[in-house]
């Protein structure tokens, strides 16, 4: 099919030439300047926009495919979303990086000096904003017709940097110079309700009418999604909020109140202003609930507007659409549809039940309880009266079915209940997003395992058959073919061709070379090359990551307990025989999570101390890279040897770094914990570091009376390091994070200390041995090709979107 025939427009050519001709058209007739005076900004935009438009060709032919097969859509509602650079990455998929880097010598500038100038959109906050894109880019390139819903944030995480030796934060105002990747489609805006009152509807008993007292406008764009090998291109549309034409007041303004007669589009610009930079912990603001709303109501009335396109039968809704929620976010869905379909589509209170229920299907991506989000239903009241009406009925019919199953059983009727009633009556989202779905899924195995017999114990009895698992997984052309293109190179050369990229357990074929001397020296080349490239420390020491959000659960500050032992011990003992280690940490915390902030300042001081140390400087080395993103993360990643993995077992329901690290060769030392577990299962146990207690041991610990200080009384050298940091030895924040550690210890990090050293001390006999350790890592990535994004979304579309591919004919 040729879209282009009908409107007379000509091909975009493939070779350096054309490819060179259209950059200069870009430049000229979009830019509005010339060669001779392009800036460094007009050389990148008019690259970006010519490389774009090679997509947006594509973009065409998926798009008149899909509304000619009319498909099952998967809509995917996320808050966050960390998509990364965009250049690179659309070069790589649009097979224009070769004609590209040709092309740009017009400018008198390499690519690499234009990719610079690529911001990447930091609209998420860690490991589930990077999963929503990873998922996004797999589902294009699995060619299944989906769209990721998301809201366009005008400031995204915020940028970090360490002053005066802690966390200091600036906004990202990511798009202040233009997003050349986007596209806008005012003509798809959306007119959202806040607040207001409801009233009842004549000759109705279930049907209400919403009358809001504030209206908002979100207005959409889109950015590409280009599938890998295949035709596809899929769309992340996001949205913004504008404050509507009556919300700016001529007359005040009239009458010289400026600030005034803004005030009400300035309150309807805020919902999308900015990205809450909370990781896994919620604080149930107003904003907050709005932020989620605006997303839902917005999308879902996208999405109906879409399905209406070629189908006139609700019936058919629940057919032609699922939603996957990603986390209980955009659960506030839920009602909505019900909303839609009851009160403005006129559908009885059964049949829209029947369709919400078999549409919509939830991630849950925590065990944390402080991450299972609530809110109180006084605000429920104000801002969603309509919503929260609904919900009360959702939640009498299922506990009528609750009451059904269990007879008599009122304290499961009172845990199971969508209302919590406590000093603070509140609506838990979590179990409004179970009971309103079809499939509730964890994101690892032992997440899965755990929300069955724990957090969700009682929905699971109800439903057992509801509860899956789909273990998380990471773009291999991000993570290993951009990031890592020596290893790829390699890689690809080992193998014999490329299609590991497309299928990742081809990176099995790998085992065999991992006893080939001459193929291991090159595997260490590239891992020494890729270190010299990150100049973070001395290539040839053991660089030892720990990469991710700081968190207590996380536990760097175990980390750091062994840092501080290394310097004790070489201090004790300068002439001894040293591991040389570089200490690489990246992260960034909650800019109001004062322990993890106080965790961040630690470190920095513990580095300091140890730079200016000759005796343990020549062996030890801390680097606190600042502002960790996923551009960072691309530099860092194929530089590991040791990947620290080394949360509380039952904490982290997945990790996605721990992937990213094996794939590229990195060896981990961790817990029995998320997917880890997995990991270890699939490169073997001999070729990982494992420690620590297991999930249930932790919870046994904590139940039955648990005493850091008792760790603390019998192990000298834990005694010692967690002494130097009370003391003040790294600075004033020391006695804080000693106090919490011995107090408390939420965590359990002194229980694990022991364990946790002894494998470090296994992970540097494997280092000193080069061939064992290069065995090792050959095999790590050999071992990883199940923890492909590819296979998460083959997992969820087989068995939970149950969807198939509709292929996207090439343009011949
Ligand atoms: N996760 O990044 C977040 N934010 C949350 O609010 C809750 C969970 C992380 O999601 C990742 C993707 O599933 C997981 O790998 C990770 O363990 C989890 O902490």
């Not at 009152?197 to 979100?218: C, D, K, N, Q, Y």
């Not at 889109?222 to 404050?243: F, S």
């Not at 982290?652 to 961790?670: R, V």
């Amino acid at each position: 099919m040729d879209l282009r025939q009908g409107i007379g427009l000509r091909r975009l050519g493939t070779t350096a030439d054309e490819f060179q001709q259209d950059l200069l058209s870009s430049l000229y007739y979009r830019r509005g300047t010339t060669v001779e005076s392009a800036s460094a900004r007009d050389a990148y935009e008019a690259l970006a926009l010519t490389v774009r438009d090679r997509l947006a060709d594509r973009r065409a032919r998926t798009a008149a495919a899909h509304y000619a097969s009319n498909p099952r859509w998967v809509y995917y509602l996320s808050a966050e979303y960390l998509l990364g650079a965009q250049l690179e990455q659309n070069l790589l998929y649009s097979g224009t990086g070769e004609v590209a880097a040709e092309a740009v010598k017009a400018f008198g500038r390499s690519l690499e000096e234009i990719e610079e100038l690529d911001v990447e959109p930091g609209l998420g906050n860690g490991g589930l904003g990077r999963l929503a894109a990873c998922l996004v880019d797999s589902m294009a390139t699995r060619d299944i017709p989906a769209v990721g819903y998301g809201i366009r944030y005008d400031f995204g995480i915020f940028k970090q940097s360490v002053e005066d030796g802690g966390q200091a934060e600036r906004p990202d105002d990511w798009a202040f110079q233009g997003n050349p990747w986007e596209f806008t489609a005012a003509d798809d805006r959306q007119t959202v309700g806040f607040y207001g009152h409801t009233e009842p509807v004549a000759g109705s008993e279930i049907r209400r009418h919403w009358v809001p007292g504030e209206i908002v406008l979100g207005e959409p764009s889109h950015m590409l999604v280009p599938g890998y090998g295949t035709e596809t291109v899929n769309i992340v549309r996001l949205w913004r909020a504008r404050g509507s034409e009556a919300s700016f007041d001529l007359s005040r303004f009239s009458a010289g109140q400026y600030a005034e007669a803004v005030q009400e589009a300035v309150r309807a610009e805020n919902i999308s202003k900015v990205l809450y930079p909370d990781d896994s912990t919620e604080l149930g603001r107003e904003l907050r609930l709005k932020q989620q709303y605006f997303l839902c109501s917005c999308s879902l009335r996208d999405i109906i507007r879409r399905f209406r396109l070629r189908n006139q039968d609700w019936d058919d809704f629940a057919e032609k659409t699922v939603v996957q929620l990603n986390d209980t976010h955009p659960t506030i869905a839920i009602p909505e549809l019900m909303r839609l379909l009851v009160d403005e589509y006129g559908l009885g209170w059964d049949r829209a039940w029947s369709i919400t229920r078999r549409t919509f299907a939830y991630t849950c991506h925590t065990l944390l309880p402080e991450a299972l989000e609530t809110w109180p239903v006084h605000l429920f009241e104000r801002l969603l009266p309509r919503h929260l009406e609904i919900i009360y009925l959702i939640n009498m019919l299922f506990l009528q079915e609750v009451e059904a199953r269990f007879p008599g059983d009122a304290e499961r009727v009172r845990r199971m209940s969508i209302i919590g009633e406590g000093d603070e009556r509140r609506v838990r989202m979590a179990h409004l997003a179970v009971v309103g779905t079809e499939a509730v899924n964890g994101v690892a195995e032992l997440h899965s395992k755990l929300l069955r017999e724990t957090v969700l114990q009682d929905f699971a009895d109800l439903w057992p058959a509801k509860f899956q698992n789909v273990t998380n997984g990471v773009s291999p052309r991000r993570f290993v073919k951009l990031a890592n293109p020596r290893l790829s190179d390699l890689i690809t050369e080992g193998l014999g061709d490329d299609s590991w990229l497309t299928d990742l357990e081809h990176l099995a074929g790998l085992e065999p070379l991992a006893g080939d001397a001459a193929f291991a020296e090159r595997w260490r080349a590239v891992k020494r090359a890729n270190k010299v490239d990150l100049g973070a420390g001395d290539p040839d020491s053991l660089t030892d990551v720990m990469i991710k959000r700081f968190h207590e659960y996380k536990r760097q500050q175990l980390k750091l307990l062994h840092v501080i032992t290394m310097y004790h011990r070489i201090r004790e003992n300068p002439a001894g025989d040293w591991v040389p280690r570089t200490v690489l940490f990246a992260g960034k915390a909650a800019p109001a999570y004062h322990a993890a902030k106080n965790i961040i300042r630690l470190i920095n001081a513990v580095g300091a101390t140890i730079e200016a140390d000759p005796v343990v400087s020549p062996y030890l080395k801390i680097v606190f890279a600042e502002n960790y993103n996923v551009t960072l993360a691309e530099r860092i990643v194929p530089a590991a040897d040791l990947s620290e993995q080394i949360s509380l077992a039952g904490k982290e329901a997945s990790g996605t770094g721990n992937m990213k690290l094996a794939l590229n060769g990195a060896i981990t030392i961790g817990t029995l914990d998320g997917a880890n577990i997995e990991i270890r299962a699939r490169v073997g146990e001999e070729n990982f570091f494992l420690f620590g207690l297991d999930a249930f041991q932790a919870a046994e610990m904590r139940i039955g009376g648990y005493h850091p200080r008792a760790h603390y009384e019998r192990d000298a050298e834990l005694r010692a390091a967690l002494d130097a940091i009370a003391a003040g030895e790294f600075g004033g924040v020391g006695r804080e994070v000693a106090d919490s550690l011995l107090g408390w210890d939420e965590y359990l990090t002194l229980a694990d200390y022991r364990s946790y050293l002894d494998a470090q001390e296994e992970v540097e006999r494997a280092w000193r041995d080069p061939a064992r350790w290069t065995r090792m890592s050959i095999l790590n990535t050999a071992h990883s090709g199940f923890f492909s994004s590819d296979r998460t979304v083959a997992d969820y579309a087989a068995r939970i979107w149950r969807v198939g591919p509709v292929t996207v004919p090439r343009e011949d």
